[in-house]
């Protein structure tokens, strides 16, 4: 496993360092990854999606979206629970209007739950994820993985070296851990998930707190150097 992985490393490094002709630039490339595991239940699930709708129908984000010298972002979204459980459920879609933004927020509350239950594999969360990018047609000045838990691993491996690896690879792991059942899960964030250049944890006090917390986070995201933040 961990020299597939490797060597998925070094073909998408390829990929990403290569000159793609047709390709869209992009002031970045945002990854979402959510969790959908068992401690997360439908009612919570359904506080997720209507937090990211939320977010994107707000005049931060949209401004955001358009601060950077490209003026545009593509984004992407991942669901994540078990070892096997995880599912690209939007795929790469350009943003480079309140227009885009509004529509990207109409299909984000409409997404079903790609898994009913599991468990918190955080490491095959962020390979998933991470492997998303070779795929996107876009080429972007920053690379981006947004994930968001509200729970530390129950199966698989601790995500550390797979972080590592993805640091390495020139993208930015940043957090949301969701305090719902865990109070000191930031801190478990910080050490084994956040990494790389200007990598950040937001926090979410629960899951009713999510559309406040989502917002924050993805408006300094989006905003990126262009604000320096």
Known sequence: MVKLFSNLIAIIGVALSSSVVMADDVDLQLL?????????????????MQGYANAFRETAIHEAIISGPHKQISVAMTQWAGLTDQKLVLDWV??????????????????????????????????????????????????????????????GEMPGKTRDEIVAQGITINGLPILNEIPDLAEYFQKHVAGGSGSFIQISKDFKDFTRAISLKLAREIKGQWFGV
């Open 32 to 48: 979402l990854a959510v969790d959908v595991s068992s401690s997360v239940n439908y009612d919570e699930f359904g506080l997720q």
């Open 94 to 155: 350009v943003l480079s209007s309140k227009a885009d933004a509004l529509n990207f927020a109409l299909r984000l509350e409409n997404l079903p739950r790609s898994f009913p239950f599991g468990g918190t594999a955080i490491d095959q969360a962020l390979k998933h994820a991470f492997s998303q990018f070779s795929s996107s047609p876009h080429r972007g000045l920053r690379r981006i993985i947004d994930l968001s838990g509200d729970g530390e691993i129950s199966v």
